[in-house]
């Protein structure tokens, strides 16, 4: 090695290393959301609007808080007090606690418009009725409140159209915030948009748990956040901390490795150089594609490069003595380009997944191998010196005889197969499969939700059209039809858009039974009698109805502007040039019953849709697709290797450890969990890398008692780091990175002692 060439070359990465890392610090965006995740469904444009709006819409960074562990009166008290702190602190949130929670912004549009908006009986009985319920919530005091509104509007047409928002609770209507007995006082955070970033919601949750810390320093209070915002919060966090774990983790064990393997820790340096590289490399390629990067695919991905350790490995392991480490590189180079060009070639696959998470994944996975193998062949062999490196080969390897081989071999297959055997369902593509959200977690989310009337979020009613009015005249047709649930008992309250902003078919039903003035006040005066009440006081009442008659009807653009906008939004959505209703249910008491009454109402079933389903069905398809993927690249690699040995039997020494390494690796997620599903297949494609790398130098030592020896002493030392690195994913609390974890450290050893037994038969 040139002496002089290696600080020029040193200096040449720092450089380059500096550059990659200036990019990322001032341009990598990093998510966390399950979006990138989830299939899409572009094919059914209805679905897939509406997978979107979940998955961007308000409530996907909305949270629900629980106060809870002390009596009703101190529980009150903090959810007041919590709201008050935090709204004044943090703006970008909006707390309600039941208490003055909505914003009042354009509740003059709801005034002007008020006998369009709700139903109204203009009758004089209709209109006592009124007057006696007015009447007696003045005897209770509340004459500051509704004094000079009834005037007006001795309906109150505009607190009814609120209630409407209030929807059916399992609340205690005995307090003036959200509570429920044995479970404490709820609040809700929800926020301006969106497109809000995960900072804000951990700064406002970071913010909440402090105020309350204040609020109630010595009570036994306790206040606990979930909800989907709470939850990508934790999610990163999870992240956050194998990513860390990992960083203590990989020195660590490359400092014992390589004082074990090559009695030096002076080649740690230049081991991590292909890796660190490839990993920069692939995280800029990623954001200049994608514009952000999952940080899934980060803590897996960084992981997986550590299968970049490899070649490094074989360079070092494979050096003989007296041997220039450029002469090494050129000797292996046949087969390590082989085993590396396959492994990279092997993720392109993903990009077909259906999955952006997974495509990122592909291409980060990709280009970080291949700079990595570059590196390795080009670059370490000029940097390294040879005389420092000197590998401790302790185990021949052609110790253990055909006999105890085949029956290691036998023993193996078995094992691998005996899931196979056991298990009745192969595959889960519940969304809960991947879910990070723990059942506990779940279950406490629906029952506050339950409690203060959220609304269904997997069983929806669907209707499109292209004429947003005659969209709205099938909603309320459809309503009408499905108030039956109401009736029977299996929901609480149907809740369609048109509550919020009917058709103009029905502002001008409503606009036509709004009697003349003449009529009207003679009702007016006859609704009063026997009553503490004047009929000329209702003069404004009277001109107001006459406006309705005459007044043009509220339109969308206007209810945008009034306390109903998140509502109409969330009813209402526009998606490639047709608009969708969205009519959703709440408090859905017996699913099973619900089916039911679907099946006896096939006029109504055609447009119901359960997301969770449909979610699953597209899990399912995208599965068959990674899982042809996975039949494919096989299939490839069988053909590649059998063009470079030109031999049957040599074809199936090399594959075959691939093969049974896959088949365990997905037979270990069968006994991890309940199934497997498309995160454990996108893990195959490591192992069937990994495997055939170690096959390649298997196979490349055979016969060859020396060349034997350093290819053993190569392959143990990237199973021992592979495996101990992705022990650390396995045991994650996040699914994804679990049940890819478990993939690769059970289909990695398998492989590794399948290999190793084929080369020591025949």
Do not use: C
């Amino acid at each position: 090695m040139n002496n002089t060439r290696s600080p020029v070359l040193h200096a040449i990465w720092l450089i380059a290393i500096s550059l990659l890392l200036a990019y990322l610090i001032l341009h990598m965006e990093v998510i966390t959301d399950i979006k990138q995740f989830m299939p899409v469904d572009k094919e059914d444009g209805t679905f897939h609007a509406l997978q979107s709006e979940i998955l961007t819409g308000h409530e996907s960074t909305s949270m629900l808080l629980n106060i809870h562990g002390a009596n009703a009166e101190r529980l009150v008290k903090l959810s007041r007090a919590l709201r008050e702190e935090v709204s004044f602190t943090e703006k970008n949130a909006m707390i309600r606690n039941g208490e003055g929670s909505f914003d009042t912004t354009g509740i003059e549009i709801l005034e002007e418009n008020r006998f369009l908006l709700v139903d109204t009986d203009w009758s004089v009985e209709g209109l006592k009725r009124a007057f006696q319920s007015r009447l007696f919530e003045l005897r209770q005091g509340q004459g500051p409140v509704i004094g000079q509104s009834i005037k007006s509007d001795p309906y109150l047409s505009v607190k009814k159209y609120f209630e409407l928002i209030k929807r059916p609770t399992s609340l205690d209507e005995n307090y003036p915030v959200w509570y429920a007995e044995g479970i404490g006082a709820i609040l809700r955070v929800d926020f301006g948009t969106s497109n809000i970033d995960l900072d804000t919601i951990e700064r406002v949750q970071s913010t909440l748990r402090s105020k309350f810390q204040e609020l109630s320093p010595t009570t036994s209070a306790k206040l606990e956040i979930t909800g989907p915002g709470a939850i990508a919060v934790a999610t990163r966090a999870e992240i956050q901390s194998v990513t860390h774990k990992l960083s203590l983790a990989i020195p660590l064990l490359l400092l014992l490795v390589f004082w074990v393997a090559y009695q030096s820790v002076y080649l740690i340096w230049f081991s991590v150089i292909p890796l660190i590289t490839g990993a920069l490399v692939g995280l800029v390629i990623t954001q200049l594609i994608f514009t952000s990067i999952h940080g899934v695919v980060i803590a897996f991905g960084i992981t997986m490069l550590g299968v970049a350790l490899d070649y490094p490995v074989h360079l070092f392991s494979h050096k003989y003595k007296d041997e220039q480490l450029l002469t090494t590189a050129k000797r292996i180079w046949p087969v390590l380009r082989l085993g590396g060009l396959t492994s990279a070639i092997a993720f392109l696959v993903l990009l077909f997944s259906g999955f952006e998470g997974l495509s990122q994944l592909a291409v980060y996975a990709f280009s970080g191998l291949i700079i990595a193998l570059l590196l390795t062949r080009y670059f370490l062999p000029h940097v390294v010196s040879s005389d420092k490196v000197k590998p401790r080969v302790y185990v021949n390897g052609e110790v253990i005889p055909p006999f105890s081989a085949s029956v290691i071999l036998v023993l193996i297959v078995l094992v691998v197969l005996f899931p196979w055997m056991q298990s009745d369902v192969y595959w889960n593509d519940s969304v809960d499969a991947v879910s990070p959200v723990s059942p506990e977690w779940k279950e406490q989310d629906a029952r506050l939700r339950n409690v203060i009337g959220g609304i269904e979020v997997s069983d929806v009613f669907v209707l499109a059209d292209t004429d947003l009015d005659r969209l709205l005249i099938s909603t309320e047709q459809l309503s009408r039809q499905l108030n039956e649930l109401v009736t029977e008992g299996v929901v609480k309250s149907v809740l369609p858009v048109t509550d919020f902003l009917p058709s103009s078919e029905q502002q001008q039903a409503r606009q036509d039974k709004i009697p003349q003035s003449k009529e009207l006040n003679d009702h007016v005066r006859r609704a009063v009698e026997n009553m503490p009440f004047k009929a000329s006081a209702f003069k404004e009442f009277v001109r107001q109805a006459e406006r309705t008659k005459q007044q043009d009807f509220i339109s969308y653009d206007e209810i945008l502007r009034t306390p109903a906008r998140p509502f109409v939004r969330q009813g209402l959505i526009e998606a490639q040039g047709r608009w969708l209703s969205v009519i959703r249910i709440s408090g859905l008491s017996a699913p099973d019953r619900l089916m039911h009454w679907l099946d006896e109402n096939p006029d109504v079933s055609q447009y119901h849709v359960n997301i969770k389903d449909q979610v699953s069905d597209l899990f399912a398809l995208y599965r068959n697709r990674t899982l042809s993927g996975v039949y494919f690249v096989l299939a490839i690699l069988a053909a590649v290797v059998f063009l470079h040995s030109k031999k049957i039997t040599t074809s199936l020494r090399v594959i075959s450890p691939v093969v049974i390494g896959v088949a365990g690796g997905l037979a270990a997620g069968l006994l991890w969990g309940e199934g497997l599903n498309i995160f454990h297949l996108m893990a195959v494609f490591l192992v069937i890398g990994m495997g055939l790398d170690y096959s390649l130098f298997f196979n490349h030592g055979r016969g060859k008692s020396a060349v034997f020896a350093r290819s053993l002493h190569a392959v143990s030392v990237s199973a021992v780091t592979t495996v101990t690195l992705f022990l650390f994913l396995a045991f994650s609390a996040i699914p994804v990175l679990s049940a890819m974890g478990g993939v690769i450290v059970a289909g990695v050893f398998i492989s590794f002692m399948t290999a190793w037994m084929i080369s020591r038969i025949g």
